[in-house]
């Protein structure tokens, strides 16, 4: 088995490979100040509860966009594994290509989804990640990352609402029931989630009119409100909720595979 992570601003999602069987995920708060004994700590615990024993984890991948988080949790996977923790980055040598102006500057998360798109769809794809921020992610069917659009998060922007109107209450993301709200809850609903969906749509219909490329882009969504802000969608084809986490799973292997291969094992 092997654990991945993928760490965002907000969450850190964790999951547990068997093969590529994705047998069991969490969504954590992301919390810089965690000591690696403390990150020790909640993996254990993690594991305890699907009772499966910390030495049949063979390996763990992540990707981190909090600098913060890297140094600490992969000192925490080192000592609960006995293995260096690989880390998925814009240095990582995985068969992908950062057709942008500043390659190092990609964000881990972008890097996982080009790998994960390219080797599980193998067409040319747009990843609408709805995450801290929602970023577009422009991914050609051999693993090109041709660059993408980063706007607010659909929750980072509802904050925002939250904070500087004194009168509007902090209100659930969830489906708004109809779009002419009657109680201010369901405005601020039909608002924030409409407003994203569209916000989506706009996106992703200038990204197709502008692909560089003949054929048109499969839409794929993924990140923790996906599943609420599709139905609302019209250019969004399908969710894949672990896009992430399973492109984690394709970079240990790949990368962990030089090792296994090395001279004398």
């Not at 981190?64 to 140094?71: F, R």
């Not at 992610?137 to 607010?152: E, K, N, R």
């Not at 609402?161 to 405005?187: D, H, M, N």
Request: aromatic share 4%; net charge negative; hydrophobic share 45%.
């Amino acid at each position: 088995m092997i654990l991945v992570f993928d760490v965002g601003n907000t969450e850190t999602t964790v999951g547990l490979y068997d093969a590529t069987t994705l047998a069991a995920h969490w969504r954590l708060t992301t919390i810089p100040e965690r000591t690696p004994d403390e990150l020790v700590l909640l993996m254990r615990q993690l594991l305890a509860t699907r009772e499966v024993p910390v030495g049949s984890v063979r390996g763990t991948a992540l990707g981190s966009v909090v600098p913060a988080v890297t140094g600490p949790l992969s000192e925490a996977c080192a000592q609960c594994f006995g293995v260096p923790a690989i880390i998925v980055d814009a240095a990582a040598p995985l068969p992908i290509t950062l057709a942008v102006e500043e390659p190092l500057t990609v964000g881990a998360d972008r890097i996982i989804n080009t790998l994960a798109a390219s080797r599980i769809y193998g067409r040319d794809t747009v990843v609408v990640d709805l995450g801290t921020a929602t970023t577009f992610d422009c991914i050609t069917a051999d693993g090109v990352f041709l660059g993408g659009v980063i706007a607010p998060g659909v929750r980072t922007s509802a904050e925002t609402l939250f904070r500087r109107t004194s009168k509007l209450p902090a209100t659930e993301l969830r489906a708004p029931v109809q779009v002419i709200g009657t109680r201010t809850e369901e405005c601020i609903r039909a608002g924030v989630v409409y407003g994203a969906a569209d916000a989506v749509d706009g996106i992703v219909r200038r990204i197709i009119k502008a692909w560089p490329r003949p054929s048109r882009p499969l839409v794929v969504a993924t990140g923790g409100l996906a599943e609420t802000i599709r139905p609302f969608c019209e250019t969004i084809e399908m969710v894949a909720p672990h896009l992430t986490l399973e492109g984690l799973r394709i970079a240990f292997e790949l990368l962990a595979a030089p090792a296994k291969a090395s001279p004398g094992q």
